[in-house]
Nanobody, 120 residues
Framework: QVQAVESGGGLVQPGGSLRLSCAASGSVFSIETMAWYRQAPGKQRDMVALITSSGNTYYQDAVKGRFTISRDNAKNTVYLQMNSLKTEDTAVYYC??????????????WGQGTQVTVSV
């Protein structure tokens, strides 16, 4: 059974940095697209960044130049390096693994969510 397991959230002051990780556990052959979303209280869940299997990346305008998404295919892991954090980055961050190929077939998975709080 494949699961998306997140880590790395926490409390940080404005201007600080955090690194989120999301690993696909279980027997995984490949993953097509890996992405990070976030959801602030009372708001919808929005995509923050994504990276394709070929390494192409996309970023939400609000995080361009501050956040970097990367992936390690050997570890089936996606990372989100967040620098120059702002209070408005406070949210629950979710990873989304799309097109996960495993012995069970091709499925998409969401992580459990990790809280990022940016506050003085």
């Amino acid at each position: 059974q494949v699961q998306a397991v997140e880590s790395g959230g926490g409390l940080v002051q404005p201007g600080g940095s955090l690194r989120l990780s999301c690993a696909a556990s279980g027997s995984v052959f490949s993953i097509e697209t890996m992405a990070w979303y976030r959801q602030a209280p009372g708001k919808q869940r929005d995509m923050v960044a994504l990276i394709t299997s070929s390494g192409n990346t996309y970023y939400q305008d609000a995080v361009k130049g501050r956040f970097t998404i990367s992936r390690d295919n050997a570890k089936n892991t996606v990372y989100l390096q967040m620098n120059s954090l702002k209070t408005e980055d406070t949210a629950v961050y979710y990873c989304n693994l799309v097109g996960v190929i495993s012995p069970q077939g091709r499925y998409n998975y969401w992580g459990q969510g990790t809280q990022v709080t940016v506050s003085v």
